[in-house]
């Protein structure tokens, strides 16, 4: 049960993040910043594509993904349709990995010590879609602030 909640969730999220990329009236405003706000929404967008290609395909799924966090924050005006590409990939790339995943996988040790103890896949997991609404969120008020 609890992984189809999961997939629902990263779907619905996912989806909600290639919305909020669209809405942007100005593709150039995806990557504003200001002395106060010090994250784009398209640095968040390639935050958020690394780290479940990461978290998820790297590590549960076996993709061969291999991240670059620091280029998640330093690259700069990637066109929209890159941004998107990006998301639809990860989308297909959650469902499919997701799908494979038993019961029993979600009670192991998630196979990285990503905090200071080990957790279970399905507290991490459970983690991920938290840390996802987070910064969409923090992607939906940069846009509004923009207009």
């Known amino acids: 049960m609890l992984l ?7 779907r619905r999220d996912l989806n909600k993040l290639k919305t909020e990329i669209e809405l942007y009236n100005n593709e150039e405003k995806l990557w504003a ?15 958020l ?23 998640e924050f330093s690259l700069k005006d990637v066109s929209r349709a890159e941004l998107l590409n990006q998301v639809d990939k990860t989308l297909v790339m959650v469902e499919k990995v997701l799908s494979k995943l038993t019961t029993n996988d979600l009670e192991k040790e998630y196979p990285l010590l990503v905090f200071k103890e080990s957790m279970t896949t399905e507290y ?11 910064h969409l969120g923090q992607i939906n008020y940069h846009r509004r602030l923009l207009k």
């Open 4 to 10: 189809e909640v999961l997939k629902k969730l990263f």
């Open 49 to 71: 594509v690394g780290n479940l290609n990461a978290y998820i395909g790297a590590e549960l799924g076996n993709t061969g993904y291999k991240r670059q966090r620091d280029l």
């Open 124 to 134: 991490f997991l459970v983690h991920l879609t938290t840390h996802f609404s987070y």
């Open 33 to 47: 910043v200001n002395n106060v706000i010090s994250n784009s929404a398209g640095n968040l967008a390639l935050h």
